[in-house]
């Protein structure tokens, strides 16, 4: 590559923002900035303004990790898998089924939580391949029918009341485990109020100097420990994506036969893929809905809406790549999802808006003598209903328009080492080496 | 590769014709113990290591034959839906996950045209406060009918008086305006969504078909509001109890205006033109293309005829029903995808005669699951699907295509 | 019969098998060649019988039968549409014959899947190129090898074997800039495929095709949109190959080419093999000039 002079001044901040770690801590810092000042505006305290900034971090967190398992399915190889809440709920409540309680209703098995995470990650992964096995065969568009249909059976199975004694049936699995992180700072970690353990003791009374409860330290440290998972799953696809095997995946998603007739077991890579992607879709259904703040395994949750939700954050993203998924995971959870409420809050405070129509046609007469304010307050008071019709609307438009995604590239490359032109056997191939932007090569 | 080869053989034994006669062996089971138990006669328990199975049973034949009564109200239904759905997904090529949603929009506003007009007490009354307000005498009724919640479809259906019996004209009414806003409203979303793609892989209209699945669900929901709610009055409605039956007049409109639709639309298919390049370009869109169908007019002349038989199927959906709400096609939406995936896509026939397999099967398998496994019917019709796609990927009719 | 492949054959436990060309194929052969087969009898890597293929209504091949020769480099011609690519696409599994057998080394391979076939060393290229258009030329190149480390999951991710994946991965793209300088295709290997002209993409193709390590190549028209001095270049590095062992089958249009650089030729009609031989005898069939002549019309 080409150096001119010019460049030169330019040149490390343009590789700090090529470097994807540095595009995300970006995004998130952006984010916290962003509902810091929603939080000011509203006058929000030292708490509130930690949990509204915790809230956006775990779902921005949620969404990377459901959103990179998705990214592997869909994003390398192709297959377009929309049964992501079925698998997100098998994880979920395998997990409550086996951690949970035995003493609770309905009673779980009450083995230890590393136990029951594996379990919930082993039983997603194996209703994955239960339905991989005869269905990657089929188009995509059959396999994205049979999708749906097995995560609508999987919901309605647990939503029966024929076996409600041990899923909830359609009240959910109300007892659910404790986080590790309850577990390490309380006595009685069912009960957020018990006392601590000596560790929370001094954990929490380091916080109480900032006014920060008892509650809010649980919850961020969970939260904290949600982005480390983020953290190791981005890391593990990173390097099954930059490796021989991502290639593969790469080039069945792009022409199957054209791998095929490279020798390459296409199916056995895509049942590979596919089940690793739904252990994912398990693991993130287990730290999103099992435990920690918003901990509530109910069959509604897991509506095919919420899979739709993920397909949009990844499109945002950019399907295919790792980074972008991380990065369309926190867009939309952050300005799609927890920011419409704040804005509606800060306009009906600003501008007073009390109007409050009970329907369209209430709102849109009064237009005709120039009075906004009832289809403001209506618009407002249905910011739900908007926010949907927005998403569905930018789904259109990405994909007529932005089919490779906002952020993200499709087309990083899928390698071991990095294959640009100056690692040619004649040229420094080391110095490109040591710049190695994946993980992998750290370990030599 | 291990694994592998065991995958192998287990696909392969799956799709051997071991796999098929397993369905069919099951198949005969069920049909033999049903009719034991129509017959009342039972065996059993066999013990197994884990629990007894009975064999037969009891059921009344009358309570069968409501199962299959309701089987075809709803696979009728079904079958109505699905011909769009069909049609769109071998025409244009791709699964069309907003067809639902334009159900639930032929329902929402066939239905607020029928409660005006019923709810202002009938086309008479119509005709008789227009011609009042024109001549200034006698009362003007328009001005007592709170207008707004009648189109809202909120107000309560005794008070709205909406049913076969009081209004036929307000319900026929309603079901020709169903239709005409259904087709307006795909023509919109194929000229705003569809034709800018016209080139685009089958994914990539499916992933703008859900957008537009989410944009349309929940505008109906911001102008409708997302309260589920009863709209068709039951006052008077007359309904007959044949042999443990009770058939309502609603159901049998549903089947008749279905009927005679569905006969329509074979006459149009086979007498005419369009058929023909329906069906050429079904088959091959670019030879179609090349042999000088003109391609954008039958695609028009697909939504045109698909969004009309959606928008009456979604009107009759709630005649029979009694409700909506803004999520009613959306939970429909699998049930019609079973149906044409069943019947063979591209195939009308073959979607008509799905909707009443799914429908019947989503009934009739109430003879089984009882009680709590009652809520396993959708399942039952979605585990049907899958295996259609499994083992006939081209319907279980063969994958006739539209003739 | 000849041992000369001993390793790749030892085990053929059906020596009729590998009988039955040379008892059946001479009888369809002019008498001089019978000769020549019989006095350098060679063993047949490949070999089709009987193979059928229909698409709805039309026979596309329809009872071909032929055996290309070890370390042949054997020419496969024909009008348009007389199911050249079709006998390819059965023969490497792509398509499902409807009748016929394939055999290779000995064994029936009929009905297996490609990759399995690419597997035992046979492998084709495809008329219209393949390229992965969202991958670069080098990741296309670096996709073909097979027994790659890193195609597990688990040895990719891992931190003990990653090593070792991350190694070889620098081997295999060593290897593969060697692979785009001979093709001339070494300017362009950070290029994405889809950007690539027609004849760029036949090079691709034909660069990946060797990358897997193939014994017996199937090329469907490799030169096409290729530039003359490459080609040339393209066909010595063909008959260097050969040298070494490997068995090439050509489809190709330009008859100078095949003509000049074939040693067997085989002409194939309405999915038939209309004749075969060297090719002077080819040249000078009336049969075939008339196919010609009538398929090119
Ligand atoms: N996938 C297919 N579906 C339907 N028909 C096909 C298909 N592939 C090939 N055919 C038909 O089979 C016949 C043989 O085609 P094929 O491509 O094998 O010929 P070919 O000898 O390779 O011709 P060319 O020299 O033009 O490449 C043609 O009539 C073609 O139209
Ligand atoms: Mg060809």
Redesign the pocket.
Known sequence: MSQTTTDDVLAPLRRVFANDAAKVAVMYIAIWVVFYAFGNHLGYGNSGMLSLVRRVTFLAAVYGIVVLALNIQWGYAGLFNIGVAGFMAVGAYTVAMLSSPPAGSPPGLGLPLPIGVLGGILAATLVGLVAALPALRLKADYLAIVTVAISEIIRITYNSPAFSDVTGGARGFGNLPTSPVETLLLQDPTSPASEATSLGETVFSFAAEYGISQFAVVNTLYTVGVLLVLLVVYLLLERAGKSPYGRVLKAIREDETAAQSLGKDTQNFKVRAFALGCGLMGLAGIVWFAMGPRASVTPQTFRPNITFYIFIALIIGGAGSNTGSVLGGALFASLLFEAPPMIRSIIQETFQVSANPGNLIEALIPIASGNLAPLGGFLLNNIDSLRFIGMGILLVVLIQRKPDGLLGARKETAAGVPLTADTRPDTGRADADAAAVDGGETDE | MDANATIERGVGFARSSTGASIVTAFGAVLFLDLVAKLAGVSLGPLETPWFGIWFGGDIAVGQFAGFIWDGIVIGVVIGLASIGLSLTYSILNFANFAHGDYVTAGAFSGWAVTYVIAGIGGLLAITESAVNAVTGLGTYRLEDADLVRLVLLQTAPLEAGANMWLSPAAIVIGLVAAAGMTIVLSLILDRLVYRPMRDADGISLLIASIGVAFAVRYLVALVFGANRRIVTSSEKLPSANLGGVIVDAHEVTLVVVAAILMFGLHVLLQRTKLGKAMRAMADNRSLAQVTGIPTERVIKSTWIIGAGLTGAAGFLLVLSQGGLGFQTGWLLLLLIFAAVIMGGIGSIYGAIAGGLVIGLASRVSLVWLQGDLASFARPTAFALMILVLLFRPSGIFGGVKTA | MSEDDAPSVADADIPDDVDVPEDVEPETMDSDVEESAKTVPRSVPLRVEGLRKE??G?T??DGATFAVEEGSLTGLI??????????F?CITGV?EADAGDVYFRGEEISGEQPHDIVERGLVRTF?IARQLGEMTVLENVMLAPGGQQGESITRSVLPGTRGRVVAQERELREKAWETLEFFELDHLATEYAGNLSGGQRKLLELARALMTDPSVLLL??PFAGVNPTLEEKLLDRIHDLREQGLTFLL?E?DMDLIMQNCEHVIV?HQ?RVLDEGPPERIKNNEEVIEAYLGGEV
């Open positions: 698409f709805g039309i596309a091949v024909g009008p348009n549409g007389a199911g050249k690519s079709t006998t696409n398509h008329q469907d028209e489809v249009h194939m999915g």
